[in-house]
């Protein structure tokens, strides 16, 4: 019987296939990034105004509904019908741009859900898009 006389090694060895992987997936990243903050960086003569648009200001409303559904508006207990009318009152001191309008809706938690589902649709029927309903985390 025939013994080799050759050691083999029993080390452990690891591949560095992954790390270059990694290293070119890096190069390929930071070279993508410098390109961008190149565009950001360059250099332009912008155009000037003397004065320019103001942006309006959003008139807010808030409203809110206790837990029986009763509309309070400013403090003024007010039916639903009555909230409409002071709401499109609103609207028309405000050049009829609902764009421009925001309500704050603050609703108790117990309040059921039709009061607040029939105002939200009444909203929608005036045009009022930017209603903020409030919350807490508590």
């Not at 008139?59 to 207990?77: A, K, M």
């Not at 019908?81 to 108790?108: H, V």
């Not at 589902?117 to 209603?131: E, M, P, T």
């Amino acid at each position: 019987m025939k013994l080799s006389k050759t050691k083999r090694s029993h080390s452990l060895g690891f591949s560095m296939t992954p790390m270059i992987d990694i290293v070119f997936l890096l190069i390929v990243f930071f070279l993508t990034v410098s390109q961008f903050s190149r565009d950001v960086q360059h250099p332009l003569s912008l155009a000037q105004v003397a004065q320019g648009a103001v942006a309006p200001v959003p008139t807010e409303v808030t409203i809110n509904l206790d837990e029986d559904g009763i509309i309070f508006v400013s403090g003024e207990q007010l039916t639903l019908p009555g909230t409409i009318r002071r709401l499109q009152q609103e609207l028309a001191r405000n050049g009829d741009d609902a764009l421009r309008f925001r309500i704050e809706l603050r609703c108790d938690r117990r309040c059921p859900t039709d009061p607040v589902n029939q105002l939200i649709d009444r909203l929608a029927d005036l045009g009022i898009r930017q209603v903020f309903v409030s919350v807490t985390d508590r």
